[in-house]
C-alpha cells in the first residue's frame, strides 16, 4: 500500500506507516535511550518497507540524525524519505529558535553532514522564530530548494496565521503539527487550511505519546528529563480521563483482533487529508504493531464508534 504524499506535481511516494525517530538517539527526550537498539529499530522499519524518516537536528542534539546517517549507509539513499528540522540553536543561556536565513543554512549544512548525505527530501521550520517574519525564514529554504539541498519545505507548530503567511508564495508542502484520537484541535482550522490548499498534515503524536498505546496506567510516572512529564494529556484529571478513553478503545481493538495503537492510527489514516503517520518506535516489536494499522478496514459504524468514546474531544464533524 503506497500513498502519494505532497503536492501535485512534487510528489513522493511512501509507505502510510513511517517512522517518528525521537526516540532513536534523543538521549534528551526521554531517558534510557541505547544507540543499538535504535539502530536495531531503524532497521527493521527500512527493512519491514518503511520509507519515510522524521528526525530534527533536537532529537539529540543532533545525535538521532548521526545515527540514522549510520544506519542509511547500509540501505539505498534513493529509497528512502528523510525529513528533517530546524531551528533551535545551543547557547550558553539555553535553547532559543533561529530562523534567520544565516542560521538556517546553518543547521541545513551540519544536518546534510550529520546525515551524510547531500539533500534532504523534507525540511522543516520546526518552529517559528518571534523576532522574524516566518515569510523570511520561509525565503532562506526557498533558496536551500533551488539549490537542490532540500527537496520541499515544511513547517511545525505554527499557528493558522503563521502557515497562511509562510505559504503566501505557495512554498509550503507539508504542515507537522500534533494530532491523534486524543488532541484534536488541528480539525478545527489548520487540517481545512491544508486539504483547501494541497498540503501535506503529517501529525506527530500520532499515539498521544504513547497514551493511545494502551500499555500506561494511573500508576504510570515519568522521570527524569523525559519530555512527556510536561504533557497536560499526562497530567492528573486529563490522564485518568484519557486512559478511561483508551479502556473503551481496547473493546473495539480486540474485537478486532488488534492492539489499540494500530486501530489508532488506522483511524488517522481514514481521516480526510491524512496520508502518512508517523509514530515512533523505541524496539523492532513497536514498528511491527504500528504495521499492523495497514491491515484494518475500519467501516462507517467503526468510526462512529470510536469518535462517540472521543466525542468531547472533537473540533468539528466531517
Not at 510528489?11 to 535511550?33: E, R
Not at 521550520?125 to 520561509?138: A, C
Not at 530548494?145 to 493558522?160: A, D, F, P
Not at 487550511?193 to 500520532?206: A, D, E, L, T, V
Request: with cysteine.
Amino acid at each position: 500500500m503506497i500513498k502519494t504524499l505532497l503536492s501535485e506535481n512534487k510528489k513522493i511516494d511512501v509507505l502510510p506507516i513511517g517512522l517518528g525517530a525521537n526516540a532513536i538517539g534523543g538521549y534528551n527526550i526521554f531517558n534510557n535511550i541505547e544507540d543499538d537498539k535504535g539502530k536495531k529499530t531503524l532497521h527493521h522499519a527500512l527493512e519491514r518497507g518503511i520509507n519515510f524518516i522524521d528526525t530534527a537536528f533536537r532529537y539529540g542534539n543532533g545525535h538521532s540524525e548521526e545515527l540514522i546517517g549510520e544506519v542509511l549507509k547500509e540501505h539505498n539513499r534513493e529509497q528512502v524519505v528523510i525529513a528533517t528540522k530546524g531551528a533551535h540553536r545551543l547557547t550558553p543561556n539555553g535553547i532559543i529558535m533561529d530562523g534567520s536565513p544565516a542560521y538556517l543554512r546553518e543547521t541545513l549544512e551540519n544536518s546534510l553532514r550529520r546525515l551524510k548525505t547531500d539533500y534532504i527530501d523534507l525540511f522543516y521550520l520546526h518552529y517559528p522564530d518571534k523576532t522574524i517574519p516566518i515569510s523570511e525564514s520561509i525565503g532562506a529554504l526557498e533558496t536551500f530548494r533551488q539549490e537542490g539541498k532540500i527537496r520541499y519545505i515544511g513547517v511545525s507548530n505554527v499557528t493558522l496565521a503563521q502557515l497562511k503567511e509562510a505559504n503566501q508564495n505557495h512554498s509550503i508542502n507539508a504542515l507537522q503539527y500534533r494530532y491523534s484520537l486524543i488532541e484534536r484541535d488541528a480539525e478545527d482550522q489548520l487540517l481545512p487550511y491544508c486539504i483547501k490548499h494541497n498540503i501535506s498534515f503529517i501529525p506527530y503524536g500520532p499515539l498521544s505519546y504513547g497514551l493511545l498505546g494502551g500499555k500506561y496506567t494511573p500508576d504510570t510516572v515519568f522521570q527524569g528529563n523525559d519530555w512527556r512529564t510536561r504533557l497536560d494529556v499526562l497530567k492528573g484529571k486529563q490522564f485518568i480521563d484519557n486512559l478511561q478513553r483508551v479502556e473503551q478503545l481496547k473493546i473495539i481493538a480486540n474485537k478486532k483482533n488488534t492492539s489499540t495503537a494500530a486501530l489508532s492510527l488506522a483511524w488517522l489514516l481514514s481521516q480526510r487529508g491524512i496520508d502518512i503517520v508517523i509514530p515512533g518506535a523505541k524496539s523492532p516489536e513497536q514498528v511491527s504493531d504500528h504495521l499492523l494499522a495497514l491491515d484494518i478496514s475500519l467501516t462507517n459504524q467503526d468510526l462512529d464508534e470510536i469518535d462517540a468514546i472521543f466525542n468531547d474531544l472533537i473540533y468539528s464533524k466531517k
